[in-house]
């Protein structure tokens, strides 16, 4: 199976700064099928980004998504209050999908 | 507005089994693909099985294959999890998620539910 690394674990930023989120693929995602979703505690997980690069329904676009192969980025502009939570990247390319073990960004 | 809504939470006994269930409302139901995941305490997130739209495919975790089983009910909008043969290893939060039918992107997810493994 593939093998997803996040990197950092922890991301410590205040309102206002740039968050850059990586994910690493053990091995080329299919057709760039990675996926960023964002979750709260208590919440469903939101999808954020899908194909690496393409920002799904309603999400803001200080959202961005950029990668292919093996390495993805997500990135978030400008921190708003309410994006302080876990993120994760996912290959659905290749079954079984897998997800990386998640970066938290916090104040 | 696409709901997604679980129940079957349960503490079951090691060995036992559980029903889930996922009702589904505000889009098209037999459009969809279905999937099913879940997140152990302090850990990430898991795939563990998608079902077609028609309900003829089934894919499952190598962790859980020959155990659960997922089906769907089209005419009453609801999906389905038989977990059998329980382990202590099963025990997480478990959410449905609504999927593309053609690369099985979860766009849409409910909340969980807890199910918990002990003796």
């Known amino acids: 199976e593939i093998v997803l690394t996040q990197s950092p674990g922890t991301l410590s930023l205040s309102p206002g700064e740039r968050a850059t989120l990586s994910c690493r693929a053990s091995?080329?995602?299919?057709?760039?099928?990675l996926a960023w979703y964002q979750h709260k505690s208590g919440q469903a997980p939101r999808l954020l980004i899908f194909?690496?690069?393409s920002r799904a329904t309603g999400i803001p676009d200080r959202f961005s998504g950029s990668g292919s192969g093996t390495d993805f980025t997500l990135t978030i502009s400008r921190l708003e209050p309410e994006d302080f939570a876990l993120y994760y990247c996912?290959?659905?390319?290749?079954?079984?999908?897998?997800f990386g073990q998640g970066t938290k960004v916090e104040i | 507005e696409v709901q997604l809504v679980v129940s079957g939470e349960g503490l079951v006994q090691p060995g036992g089994s559980l029903r889930l269930s996922c009702a589904a409302s505000?889009?098209?139901?037999?459009?969809?693909?279905l999937t099913w995941f879940r997140q152990a305490p302090g850990k990430g997130l898991e795939w563990v099985s998608t079902?077609?739209?028609?309900?003829?495919?089934?894919f499952y975790a190598d962790s859980v294959k020959g155990r659960f089983t997922i089906s769907r009910d089209n005419s009453n909008n609801t999906l389905s999890l038989q977990m059998n043969g329980l382990r202590a290893e099963d025990t997480a939060i478990y959410y449905c998620?609504?999927?593309?039918?053609?690369?099985?992107?979860?766009?849409?997810w409910g909340l969980g539910t807890l199910v918990t493994v002990s003796s």
């Open positions: 998620a609504r999927a593309d039918n053609w690369n099985y992107l979860s766009d849409y």
């Open positions: 505000g889009f098209t139901f037999d459009t969809y693909a």
């Open positions: 079902i077609s739209d028609s309900g003829h495919y089934t």
């Open positions: 091995q080329s995602v299919s057709m760039n099928f």
């Open positions: 194909r690496a690069s």
């Open positions: 996912q290959q659905y390319g290749t079954s079984p999908q897998t």
